[in-house]
């Protein structure tokens, strides 16, 4: 079996610490087993779904060397890879549904009955999670008598304007790709009973699963894009490496087993495995990441220093071909833990 793993981003103009690592993951345990990783985007919110947005992740992904074997740019036997252009493909499987008689419509929109039994995800993170979805009680807030009430179990695949919801589209994407793990969130963990509940009614093995702990800022709660660190783009501009922010996202919910926290690209994909992601939330410490960052800078030749520190050279009027540039990259390099300080060490 070829492992296919996926990075399926909903496009919002970011590139975010936390879908960046996801994608990271997913990359690395496809590389590292001879698989192949798609990207996938998942546009369906048009409003949101602009073509900038969708070319920040691109960016983002590129300059972190996460390249795909299939995705936007690289086709592949199982697109179009965009959810936007795969509206037959949503319909036929809905008319799959409907003749198996597993669909109802309800005041316009397109309900799956969800069974009622036990179903369970065995998670390889987070271990065996069981509930069964008819039962488990959800609720929603009745306008009219201002209370909870009991709300139908049944799931909305179709919205009355004709739209897909997220998990229908999420499932029929993963079987028609032939998605064979699935590493995400752990935000997913909670919607992942009723994609198996579809992977079912298609009468189709579901993929093997992996939630990763979420990433928390430095005060404990979800990292937003307003924290420092949180986008991608400013780690370009700060003067980041790649491979550093690799290096530093890949120990954001895994550890190698030993004490070591520098690792060089090749030495990640060789160490990184879903055993050794954490069960437990992670904290982002930036000043942790900058540390990471000024290893990366100590391990550069002084020709590579010199090229990826050239449009920061640049920026401060430092001609890269002058000849006094290689010996005071040297010293440069001893001290700087971003591309944009050598600038600094240079010319005080
Ligand atoms: N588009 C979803 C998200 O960005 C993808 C979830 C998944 O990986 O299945 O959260």
Redesign the pocket.
């Known amino acids: 079996m070829t492992i296919r793993t ?5 496009p919002t103009g970011f590139l975010h610490i936390g ?1 960046a690592r ?1 994608a990271l993951y997913n990359w690395l345990y496809a590389r590292k087993n001879g698989g192949k990783f798609i990207l ?1 985007v ?1 546009d369906t919110d048009a409003a949101r779904s602009t073509d900038e947005s969708v070319q920040v992740i691109l960016d983002g992904l590129k300059w972190l060397g996460l390249d795909w074997d299939e995705g936007p740019g690289q086709d592949g036997d199982y697109g179009p890879y965009y959810q936007s252009q795969r509206g037959d493909i949503y319909d036929s499987y809905l008319a799959k549904l409907e003749k198996a008689g597993l669909v109802y419509e309800d005041e316009g929109a397109i309900r799956f009955r969800v069974p009622d039994k036990e179903i369970t995800v065995h998670d390889k993170v987070c271990g065996d999670v069981t509930v069964n979805l008819h039962t488990s009680g959800s609720k929603r807030f009745d306008e009219e008598t201002k209370k909870e009430v009991e709300a139908n179990p049944d799931i909305v695949i179709r919205r009355p304007d004709g739209s897909y919801i ?1 998990h229908f589209v ?1 499932v029929v994407d ?1 079987l028609e790709m032939k998605i064979t793990h ?4 752990e ?2 963990l909670s ?1 992942t009973p009723k ?1 198996l509940a579809l992977f079912e009614a298609f009468g189709v093995e579901p993929p093997a699963y992996a939630h990763i702990p979420l990433n928390l800022n430095p005060s404990g709660t979800k990292m937003s894009k307003r924290d420092q660190g949180a986008l991608i783009h400013e780690y370009v501009e700060s003067g980041f490496l790649g491979s550093a922010v690799n290096n530093y996202m890949a120990l954001l919910g895994w550890s190698s087993g030993d004490d070591r926290e520098v690792f060089s690209p090749e030495q990640l994909l060789e160490s990184f495995d879903l055993a050794g992601v954490n069960k437990s939330n992670s904290k982002f410490d930036y000043t942790k990441c900058l540390w990471v960052n000024g290893e990366h800078l100590r391990a550069l030749s002084i020709p590579d220093l010199k090229e990826v520190a050239a449009p920061f050279l640049s920026l401060a009027n430092i001609d890269s071909n002058d000849p006094r540039v290689p010996d005071a990259l040297e010293l440069a390099r001893e001290r700087a833990q971003l591309l944009s300080e050598i600038p600094q060490v240079i010319n005080p």
């Open positions: 996926r990075f399926a981003p909903s879908g996801t996938r998942e997220f999420n993963d699935v590493i995400r969130g935000d997913h919607n994609h």
